[in-house]
């Protein structure tokens, strides 16, 4: 995949999350972090103390691949109790630990951004997270039924609103 590795840092902390995007263009909508079950981060931390982390991680860490990337399955989580900043806006954004996310693929940890991402729309509703629309097709699309996974216009994303996707990725 063609695309960028973008910094979080851990607010309070020294340490960083490294996340992959193939959508640079959309860090503005960037609400939560996910890093996958198997992440660094976890024991780094010693967030497998908690005893919900860690009875987490040991069930979702014993599905296979195919059973965790199905798309149609309820979206199960674990919030880390840590908070990352989102490095474009300075928002503190959560950071969850989700059976969706492959330590194989990318970092292992990704930068969830519901009003673009299906998979990421359905985490955020069944855990009540911000979903922020940050492309647009100049039509007003809607992001309160779905995603809006096409390209567009960046809105609500400062320095990038009124650029085409293709545009607002190179900028970025």
């Not at 860090?27 to 981060?41: K, Q």
């Not at 195919?66 to 149609?72: F, K, V």
């Not at 216009?153 to 085409?164: D, H, I, M």
Request: net charge negative.
């Amino acid at each position: 995949s063609e695309g960028a590795n973008i910094k979080f840092k851990l607010k309070d902390n020294d340490k960083i999350v490294e996340v992959f995007t193939t959508r640079p263009d959309t860090l503005f909508g960037s609400t939560y972090l996910v890093v996958a079950p198997e992440h660094e981060l976890i024991s780094s931390l010693n967030l497998d103390k908690n005893e919900d982390i860690l009875s987490y991680c040991l069930k979702a860490k014993k599905k296979s691949e195919l059973q965790r990337l199905d798309l149609d399955k309820n979206k199960s989580g674990v919030f880390s109790g840590m908070y990352a900043v989102n490095p474009v806006n300075n928002k503190d954004v959560p950071i969850w630990i989700a059976d969706y996310v492959l330590i194989s693929y990318g970092t292992g940890a990704i930068m969830a951004v519901p009003g673009h991402d299906q998979r990421d729309y359905e985490f955020a509703l069944m855990y009540d997270l911000e979903i922020v629309k940050v492309v647009d097709d100049n039509d007003s699309i809607s992001i309160k039924k779905k995603a809006y996974t096409k390209d567009g216009y960046a809105v609500n994303s400062e320095f990038l609103n009124g650029l085409k996707t293709k545009d607002a990725k190179i900028k970025m």
